[in-house]
């Protein structure tokens, strides 16, 4: 087993931890268990039978910052596969979506695992409307 706990910078949250595997070796390498452990430190654990491998870890790094208070718009259920709202007022800034612990933000939000964008940021009256659905199988409830 190999063990490895990774610190990020200081004064930086980090959010939203993917990894993934370079080399000949990964099919030998089992076990797996990528986790953030806190804001600061994400832990990587393995079981390596065989050649050297490569692992590419990568997380959202934030810095707190107080911009105003954080104000839930809305909140609710969603069936995997079917389309879902949201409505953001054209005034707020800085929205996202959390799904499962993980933060999107509406603004840069694109096509790719978990949301399908049907239709994004469409002004309606003083709001704006991006319309989803889930496509990560991983999300289904």
């Known amino acids: 087993m190999i063990l490895q706990i990774v610190s990020g910078p200081p004064n930086v949250v980090l959010k939203n931890l993917q990894f993934s595997c370079v080399g000949a070796g990964c099919p030998f390498a089992d ?16 079981r390596n ?53 993980v933060i999107t933000p509406l603004d840069t939000l694109v096509n790719g695992a978990p949301y399908e964008v049907i239709a994004g940021k469409v002004p309606v009256g003083d709001s704006l409307v991006w319309t989803l659905e889930l496509d990560d199988a991983s999300c289904a409830p």
Do not use: C, N
Request: glycine share 12%; charged share 15%; hydrophobic share 40%.
């Open 31 to 46: 076990s797996w268990d990528a986790k953030l452990l806190d804001d600061q430190q994400i832990k990587l654990a393995f």
């Open 49 to 101: 039978r065989s050649a050297p491998i490569m692992v590419h870890l990568e997380a959202d790094q934030f810095r707190a910052t107080q911009v105003g208070s954080e104000q839930t718009l809305g909140s609710g259920a969603v069936t995997f596969g079917q389309g879902f709202s949201v409505t953001i007022p054209k005034s707020a800034t800085g929205a996202y979506l959390v799904l499962g612990g």
